[in-house]
């Protein structure tokens, strides 16, 4: 048999969502030069799931001649052991840190089984979330700028410089209410703020991004058009970045950026608090 | 000075967004019976940016006089090391998992800076996100019912039964693209399917929820309304799930889940993949 050792098989195991695991995962073999075939088992918490993991282990190792390696979470400490019992290398993602914890601070552990987030434990935060979704969605592309008094950031950029993926992120992960509006060619010729913006400054924040890779972007979704043009991308980028100086707004480049890291360098820039939710 | 052991400050600090040391910590924390005081520092790539850090935990220590908690995730060794002499306990997410899976399959790390999810890498996966993101958003609410053949899943529920943030949640961290559709009034009545989800049977997925919770939600939102009555909540719940039963369509209880176990859980039922981006 042929053993490829540029390629594993990862598996993420959790008593809960297992998104946490393939995060920390992902970071990890990030560092690795090799190939992940991924397989998440969310939810394992009970020996009947277990035995499924237990099985799909066993049949991983005996094809590839090697033990797949096992991002896991788990509570239940009889699970984790026959876990740890199987062909499989495996990673507690926090036991090692729950345990230096305690350590440090001298008070114990109190175990309970994973939750992202919770809902029961804390409505209010339930409701927060959910309305700065909504905020989020009523005020995503310039369809009303009505409340603008609510938001807690208003993003400015032209079409596909990454507004609505990063509004959406926002009020998901940071429970922020975002108002993005996009730059049209009215606008455009004018050059100017809408007046509806002046009394909230404060909250304005550009996007921007390189001509080329906007450019790009257009192709992908309307090839061959004027929209898509490297002319017309590059000037609606100089009009709106003179813009963004002339009024002192300010404003990132997108380009190279996940829609994690523009959203986390937006909060920063503009100095606002990240809600953990 | 009185010590409040039931209060600790905590940082997150990472050279990326920090989102996944926030993520990481909570879950750590959520172990042990103290409230934490968070505050985040992301970026942290360069020694001004360490300085700011390190002269915010010398303030906690000695108004506090318990060390901090800093959970961090940092690649360049001067900086750790740093961080690691000042008055706080450390905790590196990472580094003991890339030790561990180096010593286990012995293949050498090659250490880079933090990067949750990258864009200049894999653009397909950035256009897939994207598009899954925007495809999601057109099929909110059952706007359109275009294009039905492209969903991955469509959620049907009752209004406020969570479908659009767990949609929008599928979309942004799966890439998936996820139609979801209200049963209102007009279809409650007639109690059948629409038409145009016949052919994707093997598509639909339910959401239902308590009519207490369901109340709760609604009159959240419209206090003292029709719409928001414990009898027009539990008649609705009941009408859609005998509807669900007698179509077979699965579907479970959002109550007491979290966005992301919703979103989870659905995957998992409805036996879709993650497509992890």
Chains 1, 2 share one sequence.
Request: with cysteine; charged share 25%; hydrophobic share 40%.
């Amino acid at each position: 048999m042929k053993i490829d050792i540029q390629s594993r098989d990862v598996f993420y195991v959790s008593d809960g969502t297992a998104i946490t695991c393939e995060t920390i995962g992902h970071v990890v073999l990030g560092q690795f030069p090799f190939n992940a075939n991924e397989k998440t088992f969310p939810f394992v918490e009970s020996k009947e799931k277990l035995e499924d993991l237990l099985r799909e282990i066993e049949i991983s190792f005996i094809k590839n001649g090697v033990k797949p390696l096992v991002f896991f979470s788990m509570v239940i400490t009889e699970l984790k052991e026959a876990l740890l019992q199987s062909n499989c290398y495996g990673y507690d993602i926090l036991g090692s840190l729950v345990q230096q914890v305690e350590t440090d601070i001298q008070i114990a552990p109190v175990p309970q089984l994973q939750r992202s987030r919770s809902v029961s434990k804390d409505s209010d935060t339930y409701f927060d979330r959910i309305a700065a979704i909504e905020y989020t969605l009523a005020h995503d592309d310039g369809v009303t700028l009505k409340g603008l008094e609510k938001a807690d950031i208003i993003l400015l950029g032209v079409s596909r410089s990454g507004k609505t993926p990063t509004s959406l992120y926002m009020a998901m992960q940071f429970g922020l209410r975002v108002v993005n509006y996009p730059f049209i060619d009215d606008d455009l010729s004018r050059l100017r703020l809408l007046p509806e913006f002046e009394i909230h400054r404060h909250k304005l924040f550009g996007l921007t991004i390189d001509p080329q890779r906007l450019t790009e972007i257009r192709q992908n979704r309307l090839a061959g058009s004027d929209y898509a043009s490297n002319e017309q991308c590059l000037h609606e980028l100089q009009t709106v970045e003179a813009l963004f100086r002339r009024e002192a707004i300010p404003y990132i480049n997108t380009s190279s950026l996940s829609v994690e890291e523009i959203s986390t360098r937006v909060l920063e820039k503009a100095g606002l608090r990240r809600r953990l939710l």
